[in-house]
C-alpha cells in the first residue's frame, strides 16, 4: 500500500526559508514521478515542482523557480522541498503526490498523479 506522509509545514517570516519532507512507503524500486503542489484559500491546486528518479530532471513553476528546490533522498525514500526566500503568497497547504506513469507532459498537472499525501500547512508572515 502506498503511503505519502509530509511534514515541516509552519509559520515563517517573509524571506525566511522552511524544508518540507515527504515520506513515501510501498514504492521502493520503482522509477516514479514525484511532486509539490500547493493550494490557497479560494484557489486551485496548483503545480510547485517535480522530480522523476531515477535520471529525471527536476522541473519548477515559474513562481518558484530560484528560490525552492527538489530533491531526493532514495535510501530513505523521501523528497524534499526546500524553499527559501519566502513570500506571503506561497502560504498555502502544500501536498505530496506520486505518480506511477506519470508522462513528461503531465508532470505539472495535478491528474498524473496516482497518490497523495494529506498536505502541510506552510504560513508566510509579512
Known amino acids: 500500500q502506498v503511503q505519502l506522509v509530509e511534514s515541516g509545514g509552519g509559520l515563517v517570516q517573509a524571506g525566511g526559508s522552511l524544508r518540507l519532507s515527504c515520506a513515501a512507503s510501498g514504492l521502493t524500486g520503482m522509477r516514479i514521478a514525484m511532486g509539490w503542489f500547493r493550494q490557497a484559500p479560494g484557489k486551485e491546486r496548483e503545480f510547485v515542482a517535480a522530480?522523476?528518479?531515477?535520471?529525471?530532471?527536476?522541473s519548477y513553476a515559474e513562481s518558484v523557480k530560484g528560490r525552492f528546490t527538489i530533491s531526493r533522498d532514495s535510501a530513505k525514500n523521501t523528497v524534499y522541498l526546500q524553499m527559501s526566500s519566502l513570500k506571503p503568497e506561497d502560504t498555502a497547504v502544500y501536498y505530496c503526490?506520486?505518480?506511477?506513469?506519470?508522462?513528461?507532459?503531465?508532470?505539472?498537472?495535478?491528474?498524473?498523479?496516482?497518490?497523495w499525501g494529506q498536505g502541510t500547512q506552510v504560513t508566510v508572515s509579512s
Open positions: 503526490a506520486a505518480g506511477l506513469t506519470t508522462i513528461l507532459s503531465m508532470m505539472s498537472n495535478p491528474g498524473g498523479y496516482n497518490y
Open positions: 522530480g522523476r528518479w531515477p535520471g529525471g530532471s527536476p
